[in-house]
């Protein structure tokens, strides 16, 4: 029980890792967390645990609520870098559309 305590205490520190390196958007460091909070999940199947003392400590930790706000503040910043192409994709179309409808068109009258 000991040790599965510690593993999800564990897991709570990763968690909270993860939420600081996306507020610093330190990439790398995500990455590398992500994988380093899938060994430790990994590590917590092959335990022989109760699944009744693991809900009671995950309740306690309040895991459930820190996974749910990870999730929260990932979705948003997806939906806010979906929000950036948009609109670098939109300013590249209106550049193009303006140099496609300017081109071989001189503005300056030859015959002044």
């Known amino acids: 029980m000991n040790s599965l305590r510690e593993t999800l205490l564990g897991y709570k520190e990763l968690t909270d890792k993860l939420l600081l390196s996306i507020e610093e958007e330190d990439e790398e460091n995500f990455l590398r967390l ?5 060994d430790l999940i990994d590590s917590i199947n092959q335990i022989g645990y109760d699944p009744k003392m693991f809900s009671e400590i995950s309740k306690e930790l309040g ?3 820190q996974d ?3 999730h929260q503040i990932i979705e948003e910043k997806k939906l806010s870098i979906k929000e950036e192409i948009k609109k670098i994709n939109d300013k590249k179309n209106a550049a193009t559309a303006y140099n496609n409808t300017y081109r ?3 503005l300056i009258n030859k015959k002044i």
């Open 34 to 38: 992500i994988e380093a909070k899938q």
């Open 104 to 106: 071989g068109f001189n």
């Open 68 to 70: 749910k706000k990870l």
């Open 63 to 65: 895991l459930l609520e």
